[in-house]
């Protein structure tokens, strides 16, 4: 069974830095392109990075993002990552993952999610 599992969420102040993981089990993950979304009550899902499955893979950012946060893997511990750094408020938000099959179209999992909270 797939799972992909987040972590590193929480309360941060504005400027600061937060480090998320996502585990995953079931799959290998050097199969896979690696993404990050969030979402805010209402709204719908962004997506703000993005890391195709080679390990020195290609990346791309949302502009709201860019050159804030950096997506990475490590494919041997089967774990993608998210450094955020300067953080704003408006990142507030719940953060999944998503891994997507480069090699069976429409095979996606997601993780449940982690909380951002940016405030003072």
């Known amino acids: 069974q797939v799972q992909l599992v987040e972590s590193g969420g929480g309360l941060v102040q504005p400027g600061g830095s937060l480090r998320l993981s996502c585990v995953t089990f079931?799959?290998?993950?050097?199969?896979?392109?690696m993404k990050w979304y969030r979402q805010v009550p209402g709204a719908e899902r962004e997506l703000i990075a993005g890391?195709?499955?080679?390990?020195?893979?290609?990346?791309n950012y949302a502009d709201s993002v860019k050159g804030r946060f950096t997506i990475s893997r490590d494919n041997a511990k089967n774990t993608a990552f998210l450094q955020m750094t300067r953080l704003k408020p408006e990142d507030t938000a719940v953060y999944y993952c998503?891994?997507?099959?480069?090699?069976?179209?429409?095979?996606?999992?997601w993780g449940r999610g982690t909380q951002v909270t940016v405030s003072s």
């Open positions: 079931g799959l290998t993950l050097s199969n896979y392109a």
């Open positions: 890391m195709t499955r080679a390990g020195g893979g290609t990346t």
């Open positions: 998503n891994a997507e099959s480069e090699q069976i179209p429409g095979q996606v999992y």
